[in-house]
């Protein structure tokens, strides 16, 4: 079966500009997760979808950062507008809904951003 | 709240070498227990998980760790390790009742030498 998908895998951009990523999950997942992972750290969950509902986003900083899940499908996530350290990789991971207690996530391979 | 602190930022150990990778935990409640491995390049993919039962889990290619309630910790070990084990290696936790919300470590870059 295909994989999660991120698109671009690179982006660079200048502070205050706006970013937007997308990710196409795998097929069926019911849950869509965004991480933010800053070089050095482990990653850092932002946002978990269920369905097209937010489950959780206590660490999703709102003011600038903003995701939805149309359809229950794919996910976008913007950044609008960007900081400094906001460079970082932002993954993507899914997860079929009898997966929940099980902890397993599939991730995307994720996308670079760079912020100038 | 929960937290996972993986002692060693990087292991550098020679091919055929024992490693063992460490990751200890806390938490107020019981939680599921995960190491995830990130190849260059690649996404992260699970490597192993304790959820209940047996305290030693085996991946496919080699690796085990085991969960020790008592100390917190949940290390990872290969008594043999190859080359195409370079990669960096993430500790997670998951609350039973979180929704399947994970919590990283911080990782260990595990660095095979010739």
């Known amino acids: 079966e295909a994989g999660v998908a991120q698109s671009p895998r690179y982006k660079i951009i200048e502070k205050r500009q706006s970013v937007a990523f997308w990710c196409n999950p795998i097929?069926?997942?019911?849950?869509l997760y965004w991480y933010q992972q800053i070089l050095g750290q482990g990653p850092k969950l932002l946002i978990q979808f269920q369905n097209n509902g937010v489950v959780d986003d206590s660490q999703l900083p709102k003011d600038r950062f903003s995701a939805e899940r149309l359809k229950g499908v794919d996910s976008t996530l913007k950044i609008q507008p960007a900081k400094l350290e906001d460079s970082a990789v932002y993954l993507c991971?899914?997860?079929?809904?009898?997966?929940?207690?099980?902890?397993?996530?599939?991730f995307g391979p994720g996308t670079r951003l760079t912020v100038t | 709240a929960q937290s996972v602190t993986q002692l060693d930022s990087q292991v550098p150990v020679f091919e055929e070498a024992p490693v063992e990778l460490r990751c200890n935990y806390s938490s107020s409640v019981s939680v599921y227990l995960f190491w995830y491995v990130q190849y260059p390049n690649q996404g992260l993919q699970l490597l192993l998980k304790?959820?209940?039962?047996?305290?030693l889990v085996e991946s496919i290619n080699g690796f085990e760790a085991e969960f020790n309630k008592s100390q917190t910790s949940f290390h990872l070990r290969k008594p043999s390790v190859h080359i195409s084990d370079t990669a960096e290696y993430f500790c997670a936790v998951s609350h039973y009742n979180a929704g399947n919300m994970l919590t990283f470590g911080g990782g260990t870059r595990l660095m095979v030498k010739p």
């Open positions: 097929s069926g997942h019911a849950t």
């Open positions: 304790y959820l209940s039962g047996s305290t």
């Open positions: 991971a899914s997860s079929p809904l009898a997966g929940l207690a099980s902890g397993e996530q599939y």
